[in-house]
């Protein structure tokens, strides 16, 4: 075996496994939910478009533009958030011995110090992928931003409603970015209980899919979006 999979066992490896699976799948899920049965998310996009349709004729637009930089806002904190994080990640990287004392009193075993800075190197590789997805995001919001900026005022203008249709294709695809990251941070949070071994991995894991799932296909927020507006 080599020197640095000292320390980990083959239950380490696919509880791991089953870990970025979850992550892929329960991503893949959300975006590409059914007809019969769709997500929060697959939700929110026609809400997002008639949104750019009824700013066309909005007048003035000052609401349109509070919504959107609260977009940008959110994105703004997740992504700082996720800068703090990885730079807490990495000083652990270097001092490890704070951490694996607290560990081995949690689950009274001992390991290596490579495992350890594995274990943190995972959740710094989740929380880069949600920072990656946050900036793109924010970067999106900026990019509807500008296309909105330039809707004419005339809703009767040839070009009103393309464009208004552009915006709301480019800020789904931010809120899509903005969502990938968020599941980035949920499962990042999953993969340290992967410090008190295998079996706490898999069980967070699981509270993570399941809760997600949830949220998108079972919670009260995603019913009140589908009742229709008029009786």
Known sequence: MPPFLAGFTLFDAAAVLVLLAAWQ?????????????????????????????????????????????????????FASACMISIGGGLALLGNTERLEGVATDLTAASAPEHVWEAKILLVILLVACGFLAFV???????????????????????????????????????????????????????????????????????VTFVVLWRREFASKSRMTLLKPDVD
Not at 29 to 46: D, W
């Open 25 to 77: 799948g329960i991503g893949w899920m959300i975006e590409h939910p059914s007809e019969k049965r769709p997500s929060t998310s697959r939700v929110m996009k026609g809400y997002r478009r008639e949104w750019m349709r009824e700013y066309v004729t909005r007048q003035p637009r000052i609401f349109d533009s509070s919504v959107l930089a609260s977009l940008r806002q959110g994105t703004t904190f």
């Open 136 to 206: 793109w995001a924010h970067r999106l919001f900026g990019y509807c931003a500008v296309v909105m900026a330039s809707v004419p005022n005339d809703p009767e203008a040839p070009s009103a409603y393309p464009r208004a249709e552009k915006a709301a294709e480019i800020n789904i695809n931010a809120a899509r970015s903005y969502n990938r990251g968020l599941r980035a941070i949920y499962f990042a949070m999953a993969a340290l209980a992967w410090l008190l071994g295998p079996v706490a991995l898999l069980f967070s894991t699981a």
